[in-house]
């Protein structure tokens, strides 16, 4: 039922986009819209059809078992494990990524505010950093 509510959702959203985008004047962001429109459409038809093939009853016995194995995975101790490991090494990946970026986009003159934007993103990822991990340090 979920599934079918964000297939839903996000198809709805989607056709809004792309119904805006006709409105839109200037072509640079109607083509935005129109594309983030699209792709929403795509992805909600996408929900919709993996919905309704689960609710067919010759396909039951095929989502109960991929319902298990996802619950199997949620709750792995060993998936869990793996899981914070690669968030924890793409978080050390990307807080050099945005320093040698900018740090880039300084050299080559880019504007002043883009150069800024990769700053200001790079703190905050440092800072979330140390705000979860507070946060997670008193929970558990």
């Not at 996000?10 to 792709?39: E, H, Q």
């Not at 990307?94 to 700053?119: D, H, K, N, Q």
């Amino acid at each position: 039922m979920r599934d079918r509510k964000k297939g839903g959702f996000l198809l709805a959203a989607g056709v809004i986009f792309v119904a805006v985008s006709v409105f839109v004047k200037d072509s640079y962001y109607a083509n935005i819209l129109r594309s983030w429109g699209i792709a929403w459409v795509v992805i909600g038809l996408l929900r919709l059809r993996e919905y309704f093939y689960y609710k067919k009853p010759e396909h039951q016995a095929e989502y109960e078992e991929k319902e298990t194995a996802a619950r199997i995975n949620r709750t792995d101790e060993r998936k869990v494990l793996l899981r914070q490991m690669a968030g924890h090494k793409a978080y050390q990946v990307m807080f050099f990524v945005l320093i040698a970026v900018s740090f880039l986009f300084a050299l080559l003159r880019v504007e002043w505010w883009v150069t800024g934007v990769l700053c200001l993103l790079w703190v905050l990822q440092y800072l979330l950093g140390i705000a979860f991990m507070r946060y997670y340090e008193k929970r558990l």
